[in-house]
């Protein structure tokens, strides 16, 4: 399983609007099929930059999903978000290779 994240700062005088077209974008993103789900994290760490920053993790069942969408989805759907935002928005993606997972069960 693997994990794509992008992580955004985006500048405060375009926040709101943003946020607001991120929460319409991630459904598009999955609507492609390629990720199996997605969450929208917004990162605590203080930056030097003014921003804002956030991490959005989708989830892909393999790598040949992950390829897919590179191939066939993602230049579309980045220049999307580039054209709406430009220079108020900078974006770095990462890959995650998930290598097991563990959980606690509260009783």
Not at 25 to 45: D, M, N, Q, W, Y
Not at 76 to 88: I, S
Request: charged share 30%; proline share 1%; net charge negative.
């Amino acid at each position: 399983m693997y994990i794509y994240n992008v992580t955004v700062s985006i500048d405060k005088s375009v926040h709101d609007e943003w946020l607001s077209w991120i929460k319409e974008h991630i459904p598009v993103v999955l609507s492609t099929g390629r990720f199996t789900e997605a969450k929208l994290t917004r990162v605590l760490v203080e930056e030097e930059l003014e921003g804002i920053t956030y991490s959005i993790q989708y989830r892909a069942q393999s790598r040949q999903a992950l390829d897919d969408y590179y191939k066939y989805d993602a230049e579309k759907l980045r220049t999307d978000g580039m054209k709406k935002f430009a220079d108020k928005m900078l974006a770095f993606r990462t890959e995650l290779q998930i290598i097991d997972e563990y959980k606690v069960n509260f009783k």
